[in-house]
């Protein structure tokens, strides 16, 4: 048997092999999920505007409600381009690869702009519905996410280099 330095990258991708696949089955299941809450947001929202008398609270779960559909739509992107990511990393037997260092920025920027942008939709949304003016929701967390996202593509886009200058090496 081979010890872990004796193994080419093809024999460790066959080895990641069931992950990488579980990984990509579970981004569209996460899709799918994302995309019927969409569906009840939707529904939910619609039946809220018909009621003219929506008391405080209610209002208040209008824009939760709101921001969630909003930020939904982003994140259905992110599982999208995560599942090609996962898909074109299974087929070409490496994640150091240009496609994967372009679908990790596309996904923070995805995520960045969700971030900033949900909560100023879901706000302009439930005031001209409800037509009262509404806090913004703070998106730290997804701001966070998205830089080390960047950061992380930096990585891969190096490990893409050193993987080039080691099959040119060989």
């Known amino acids: 048997m081979k010890t872990k330095k004796e193994l080419t990258t093809e024999e460790i991708m066959r080895m990641q092999n069931p992950t ?22 939707v529904s939910t929202l619609n039946m809220l505007a018909a009621d003219s008398g929506l008391t405080e609270s209610a209002q208040r779960w209008f824009q939760d409600t709101a921001f969630d559909l909003f930020g939904d739509v982003g994140y259905i992107a992110v599982c999208i381009v995560s599942s090609v990511m996962f898909f074109f990393t299974l087929k070409d037997h490496t994640p150091f690869t240009r496609r994967t260092s372009n679908c990790l920025i596309i996904i923070a920027a995805v995520m960045m702009v969700t971030a900033v942008f949900s909560p100023l939709a879901a706000r302009e949304f439930s005031s001209s519905v409800i037509g009262t003016n509404f806090y913004i929701v703070k998106s730290g967390n997804e701001i966070f996410a998205s830089s080390l996202l960047f950061i992380i593509s930096a990585f891969f886009r190096y ?3 050193l993987q080039q200058e080691s099959d040119e090496t060989l």
């Open 20 to 41: 990488l696949k579980f990984m990509f089955i579970a981004t569209i299941v996460i899709a799918v999920i994302l995309a019927a809450r969409m569906v009840q947001a």
């Open 159 to 161: 490990g893409t280099k």
